[in-house]
């Protein structure tokens, strides 16, 4: 009886510590990881978004990711990685990313995003992007938008000027 006792404390021990560990990182363990390639992570790290920070741009590239782009389909027009079209269990990989973390916002640089808009992002369903359904330029205004869901629109401090 008592190793049953026992069995069933380590069970729930383990269950609580499973639930803590979702709630403390959410439905992606790996949120801060990189998905760029290790050996191409330095050089898409030196990569900086050309485009000045302004309202303007930044709206060009809110209606590119609710429009032409289709980035609200799976991030939500809220940029929570929601998105309305999304059904649970339907994704490969890691559900789609919440924007609006703070964290992930400062770990990842602007060069390391349009990496991922360029090349797509293995194990996940976010696919290539340019140059098929945005241009270069295009993708650095949808990143100005996505850097707005920080609640500032500073970019990364790697990226801020000193």
Same mark, same amino acid.
Not at 40 to 49: D, I, P
């Given at each position: 009886?008592?190793? !049953?006792?026992?069995?069933?404390? =380590?069970? +729930?021990? /383990? @269950?609580? +510590?499973?639930?803590?560990? &979702?709630?403390?990182?959410?439905?992606?363990? /790996? %949120? =801060?990881?990189?998905?760029?390639?290790?050996?191409?992570?330095?050089?898409?790290?030196?990569?900086?978004?050309?485009?000045?920070?302004?309202? &303007?741009?930044?709206?060009? #590239?809110?209606? +590119?990711?609710? *429009?032409?782009?289709?980035? &609200?389909?799976?991030? #939500?027009?809220?940029?929570? *990685?929601? #998105?309305?079209?999304?059904?649970?269990?339907?994704?490969? *990989?890691?559900?789609?990313?919440?924007?609006?973390?703070?964290?992930?916002?400062? /770990?990842?640089?602007?060069?390391?995003?349009?990496? @991922?808009?360029?090349?797509?992002?293995? #194990?996940?369903?976010? /696919?290539?992007? @340019?140059?098929? %359904? +945005?241009?270069?330029?295009?993708?650095?205004?949808?990143?100005?938008?996505? !850097?707005?869901?920080?609640?500032?629109?500073?970019?990364?401090?790697?990226? !801020?000027?000193?």
């Amino acid at each position: 009886m008592r190793g !049953r006792a026992l069995c069933r404390s =380590l069970v +729930l021990t /383990a @269950i609580a +510590l499973a639930l803590w560990d &979702a709630s403390v990182f959410g439905s992606d363990e /790996a %949120v =801060l990881k990189p998905r760029v390639p290790v050996d191409q992570l330095q050089e898409a790290k030196t990569w900086r978004n050309p485009l000045p920070v302004t309202e &303007a741009m930044i709206e060009k #590239g809110k209606q +590119l990711f609710q *429009g032409k782009a289709f980035c &609200a389909t799976c991030h #939500g027009r809220d940029g929570k *990685g929601l #998105g309305v079209d999304i059904e649970q269990g339907t994704l490969k *990989g890691p559900l789609p990313r919440d924007f609006t973390d703070k964290d992930w916002q400062a /770990a990842r640089t602007d060069g390391e995003l349009f990496w @991922i808009l360029k090349n797509g992002s293995k #194990g996940t369903a976010m /696919a290539k992007f @340019i140059p098929l %359904v +945005l241009t270069e330029e295009e993708a650095w205004e949808v990143l100005l938008y996505v !850097r707005s869901f920080g609640k500032n629109q500073d970019r990364p401090q790697a990226e !801020r000027q000193p």
